[in-house]
């Protein structure tokens, strides 16, 4: 009898983990316009990559192709290995992929638990709507981030920026996602409420989720990242880990898209102007 | 008082703090309070204008039958229009399908099938006919905007023009009558009532409804330690609700059937004429039931179904809704096959009260239902509307005509004044809306 050693999962202590997700050769194309072009990035469990680039380096359409707001015209997408499709947003919330906009993506004439369930609504018997027990969740869930969050009858559109930014969050975490990308979470943010998404950040990688955060300001993301990918004009730069490089090594690489050994002295100091 | 201080500008124009106050406690919905406040100083207006002719049993029943079909229709408006869109074609489409429901009861059924004329399941079929059809041609034109994304404005404008040319392609200018008997009973008059004790029942299965869904919304708040209202509030709007119930159902039994007709139905039952008349109570007329109907199941489904879930977050935000993973497209069709079957419901009564099909019918139906659901708090912005204000807009825009008519007001002035109102009650209402900082 022959035993069929490539049927078993053992995976070899040395052998480098599988990803939790891996986006491979993604290409996306707006009208002829190359927007995204063969950009390979992974992600880890328990893993925070940030994604950065300036404007319209192609970082937020990349990662739309992850959430499926905006399918990749050609490139795979593999969740723990397997390849995956996505095709709209309900496919990736299926595999665990929560997004938190930068425009946050609320209904604003609808209340917070509305926004919370919006597209996954709780049902009681006969299929209505069961208000009570989609308020109770979320007054459940709001308690952890946000505990002096009262206003869960009013409409969204009439809560300041920090509490809708709450609102986003906690529709991103309320369906235990294994996979959370943020799109300029503290764009909009005052400095103590940046500390709390922060803080969010941290506890939720230690629970062990992987996290793509993105963003155009390196200083956002420098702290929080295990590793950051680079991009600009499409093209992916390059993915470094925090702990090689320099903050002005990465703007080197944001800026004129050079790699870190790559980036001189008289670099920096045009950088620095 | 401090006003010779002059430190309390402001405090003078709110509301007293006491009305203020009970508001709160009673949770209602401010705006469809302020809609039934407008409709009270109508009416009045009109009653005191015209020497107490308005507030009669009578004007006020035939008030209900004239605002059911435009209010039928006003329900599905509300959704178009929340979820940015718009359908024009409302009064051609439901002409068409008065039209095709009077051909099926008048023609297709007895002649070309030799069925006869009368048969009991002639209306039912009728009206199956035109759901269907008012579904699929609804549907047609929500698919060309959802799908095609032609806008809306351009679709049912196309369609006003389609369904009514149509008609007039096929009538040839001939007017369909008479109609079947029972289908006849869709359209109200005295003869087409519930009469009294039907009445009552169903003004008592309304109160039963009340109270439950008061009692069934406070058990579900209270089993999950959320706050509830005040007792002594709950009790009040229940007693309220079923007072407004009550008076209503007694005016339309206080509503005797015409002269002629009661003197038919002693004759036929072989009563003999009482000297001092015979009093019949006319009751709920039929149509105003079916409104009662559809606006209870369009609110249900507005406010606690899925569907209307999503319609409000379309207009609310459209990409959020589509990031939430709704299916957008699917979904503002559906808005336009409901639109549809609603125009097939009040083609239904519109022709059984004329007891006949012209080619004419519907004309300028869109206008009136557009302007109802708009009076009744439905904005253009999107996102923002609520079934029973367009009813309640449906029946201001009939008290309105018919309170005109009652002082012999001439149609242009009628006109005037109606389109008049529509702007300034739009206006007055964005303005409200941005003092409120909404």
Redesign the interface.
Do not use: C, K, S, W
């Given at each position: 009898m022959t035993t069929t050693t490539a049927t078993v999962p053992t995976v070899h202590p040395s052998a480098p983990r599988v990803p939790l997700v891996e986006l491979r050769d993604i290409r996306v194309a707006f009208g002829g316009v190359h927007a995204v072009e063969d950009v390979t990035v992974d992600l880890h469990a328990g893993e925070v990559v940030g994604v950065v680039g300036g404007n319209g380096a192609g970082k937020s359409t990349l990662i739309r192709t992850l959430s499926g707001a905006h399918p990749a015209d050609s490139g795979q997408i593999l969740i723990n290995g397997e390849p995956v499709e996505i095709h709209n947003p309900r496919d990736a919330k299926a595999l665990g992929i929560e997004t938190i906009y930068q425009t946050l993506a609320l209904a604003d004439n609808i209340d917070a638990a509305g926004n919370v369930f919006l597209g996954r609504e709780l049902l009681s018997r006969f299929g209505s709507l069961d208000d009570a027990a989609m308020e109770s969740a979320t007054r459940k869930v709001m308690g952890r981030l946000n505990p002096r969050f009262r206003n869960f009858k009013t409409a969204v559109k009439s809560l300041s920026g920090g509490q809708r930014q709450s609102v986003a969050i906690a529709r991103a975490i309320h369906f235990n996602a294994r996979i959370l990308i943020m799109d300029e979470p503290t764009a909009a943010l005052g400095p103590a409420e940046t500390v709390q998404v922060r803080e969010l950040v941290a506890q939720l990688k230690a629970e062990g989720l992987g996290i793509f955060l993105i963003s155009h300001d390196i200083h956002d993301v420098f702290d929080l990242a295990d590793r950051i990918s680079v991009m600009l004009q499409g093209r992916l730069v390059g993915t470094v880990n925090k702990a090689d490089v320099t903050k002005d090594e990465v703007l080197g690489m944001i800026i004129m898209g050079k790699k870190p050994g790559e980036v001189t002295a008289k670099d920096i100091a045009t950088l620095h102007g | 008082m401090t006003e010779a201080s002059g430190v309390l500008p402001d405090a003078s124009r709110e509301p007293p703090r006491s009305l203020r106050s009970l508001l709160f406690s009673l949770e209602i919905d401010t705006r469809l309070l302020g809609m039934i406040g407008a409709l009270a100083v109508i009416w009045i207006f009109f009653n005191v204008i015209s020497g107490g002719s308005f507030l009669t049993p009578r004007n006020l029943w035939n008030l209900s039958v004239q605002s059911a079909s435009i209010a039928i229709m006003a329900t599905a408006m509300v959704l178009i229009i929340v979820s940015r869109n718009i359908d024009l074609s409302v009064g051609s489409l439901l002409g068409f399908l008065g039209y095709t429901m009077a051909m099926v009861q008048a023609e297709w059924i007895p002649k070309t099938l030799g069925l006869g004329f009368d048969q009991p399941y002639t209306w039912i079929i009728t009206l199956l006919v035109g759901v269907v059809l008012g579904a699929l041609l609804g549907g047609f034109q929500g698919v060309l905007v959802a799908y095609a994304r032609i806008p809306s404005f351009i679709v049912t404008l196309g369609g006003l023009l389609v369904w009514r040319g149509l008609i007039f392609r096929y009538a040839q200018g001939q007017t369909i009558a008479p109609l079947d008997v029972n289908f006849r009973l869709l359209g109200g008059g005295p003869g087409a009532s519930l009469g009294e004790v039907a009445s009552w029942v169903v003004g008592l299965i309304a109160c039963l409804g009340i109270i439950y869904t008061l009692i069934a919304g406070r058990r579900?708040?209270r089993?999950?330690g959320?706050p509830v209202r005040v007792m002594w509030a709950e009790v009040l709007l229940g007693v309220l609700g079923c007072l407004a119930v009550l008076v209503a159902v007694w005016v339309a039994n206080s509503y005797p059937w015409p002269e002629a007709l009661a003197r038919d139905y002693a004759e036929a039952q072989g009563i003999a004429w009482p000297a001092g008349g015979l009093f019949i109570p006319t009751g709920i007329a039929i149509p105003v039931l079916l409104m009662l109907g559809v606006g209870l199941v369009m609110a249900?489904v507005a406010s606690?179904?899925?569907f209307g879930?999503y319609v409000?977050?379309i207009?609310?935000?459209p990409?959020?809704?589509?990031?939430?993973?709704?299916n957008v497209r699917r979904t503002i069709t559906m808005t336009f096959v409901l639109m549809g079957v609603m125009c097939a419901i009040s083609a239904a009564i519109q022709t059984a009260r004329l007891n006949a099909a012209v080619t004419g019918l519907g004309t300028t139906n869109e206008l009136d239902v557009i302007s109802a659901a708009v009076i009744g708090g439905t904005s253009f912005a999107g996102?923002?509307g609520t079934i029973p204000g367009a009813i309640l807009g449906a029946v201001v825009m009939q008290s309105l005509r018919s309170g005109m008519l009652l002082l012999n007001v001439d149609s242009p002035t009628q006109d005037i004044v109606v389109g008049a109102v529509l702007v300034a009650a739009v206006g007055f209402d964005s303005y409200v809306r941005r003092k409120a900082?909404?």
């Open positions: - | 579900r708040r089993r999950y959320f249900y606690r179904r899925r879930r409000y977050a207009g609310g935000n990409d959020a809704a589509e990031l939430g993973g709704i996102g923002i900082g909404g």
